[in-house]
């Protein structure tokens, strides 16, 4: 479960990048966040992740509070963040030891879940290339192995499926349903509505820094008393700036 109450960011004293937001996320959920560009997404999830510190409010990982106790709540969840241009001096099996060694998964639990990762998403044979000559959908790939390395409850991905094929991009979705549906969480933004539409259990649509909406898409359409698709709820909401 992920639970942030009055949360608030604001950059150069002025400008409110998320603005007392209040959600939670339930264990069993995939929830989608939603937005257009700059409206506090990314922002909220590196508030989540403890990357950036709130100004005001709490943010609890499976009841811990991310900013008392940080290393307890970030053992709970893997987070994707959207930039997957990391470690690329090293070679796609030494980035997964090495995050198998951060999160402390011994070596039985590790060589397994290497496998069964790189077999779901066909990288078994470019583990001993160096990630610098990896393309960008393999860069995300071998990131989302790297994070789910250590089986974590919560799992936090920020635009999950950029540059993803589509094989790997529809390996991903179903991972995810099955994750949260062995009792587990998954929060992810996305751009990609029609995703969001057939995926999520719930979703939230942030504005401005404010929280819009967050229910299921059945309540959304009670909202709107019609039955619109997600994109066109969306955009009406966005633009009217409710």
Same mark, same amino acid.
């Given at each position: 479960?992920?639970?942030? +109450?009055?949360? &608030?960011?604001?950059?150069?004293?002025?400008?409110?990048?998320?603005?007392?937001?209040?959600?939670?996320?339930?264990? $069993?959920?995939?929830?989608?966040?939603? #937005?257009?560009?700059?409206?506090?997404?990314?922002? &909220?999830?590196?508030?989540?992740?403890?990357? *950036?510190?709130?100004?005001?409010?709490?943010?609890?990982?499976? $009841?811990?509070?991310?900013?008392?106790?940080?290393?307890?709540? +970030? +053992?709970?969840?893997?987070?994707?963040?959207?930039?997957?241009?990391?470690?690329?001096?090293?070679?796609?099996?030494?980035? =997964?030891?090495?995050?198998?060694?951060?999160?402390?998964?011994?070596?039985?639990? /590790?060589?397994? /879940?290497?496998?069964?990762?790189?077999?779901?998403?066909?990288?078994?044979?470019? *583990?001993?290339?160096?990630?610098?000559?990896?393309?960008? #959908?393999? /860069?995300?790939?071998?990131?989302? %192995? $790297?994070?789910?390395?250590?089986?974590?409850?919560?799992?936090?991905?920020?635009?999950?499926?950029? $540059?993803?094929?589509?094989?790997?991009?529809?390996?991903?979705?179903?991972? %995810?349903?099955?994750?949260?549906?062995?009792?587990? &969480?998954?929060?992810?933004? &996305?751009?990609? =509505?029609?995703?969001?539409?057939? =995926?999520?259990?719930?979703?939230?649509?942030?504005?401005?820094?404010?929280?819009?909406?967050? #229910?299921?898409?059945?309540? %959304?359409?009670?909202?709107?008393?019609?039955?619109?698709?997600?994109? +066109?709820?969306?955009?009406? =909401?966005?633009?009217?700036?409710?």
């Amino acid at each position: 479960m992920i639970e942030l +109450k009055n949360v &608030t960011k604001t950059y150069s004293g002025t400008l409110k990048a998320v603005d007392d937001i209040s959600i939670t996320i339930q264990d $069993g959920e995939i929830f989608g966040f939603l #937005g257009p560009n700059g409206a506090g997404k990314t922002t &909220t999830i590196k508030m989540i992740t403890g990357i *950036l510190k709130p100004d005001s409010g709490n943010i609890r990982i499976n $009841g811990i509070d991310v900013n008392e106790n940080p290393l307890d709540a +970030k +053992k709970q969840f893997g987070f994707v963040p959207d930039d997957p241009n990391i470690f690329l001096r090293l070679k796609g099996i030494e980035y =997964l030891n090495f995050m198998a060694d951060v999160y402390e998964v011994n070596d039985n639990d /590790r060589k397994q /879940r290497i496998a069964s990762l790189a077999e779901r998403f066909e990288m078994s044979n470019a *583990l001993g290339d160096y990630i610098k000559s990896y393309s960008h #959908g393999m /860069r995300q790939k071998i990131v989302i %192995m $790297g994070v789910l390395i250590h089986n974590p409850p919560i799992w936090i991905l920020d635009e999950p499926m950029t $540059g993803l094929d589509p094989k790997s991009s529809f390996v991903l979705k179903e991972m %995810m349903r099955e994750h949260a549906s062995n009792g587990n &969480t998954v929060f992810f933004s &996305t751009h990609v =509505l029609e995703v969001a539409e057939k =995926l999520c259990d719930k979703v939230a649509i942030i504005n401005k820094g404010k929280i819009l909406f967050a #229910g299921t898409l059945d309540e %959304m359409r009670e909202h709107f008393k019609n039955n619109q698709s997600l994109e +066109k709820m969306f955009l009406e =909401l966005t633009e009217n700036g409710q």
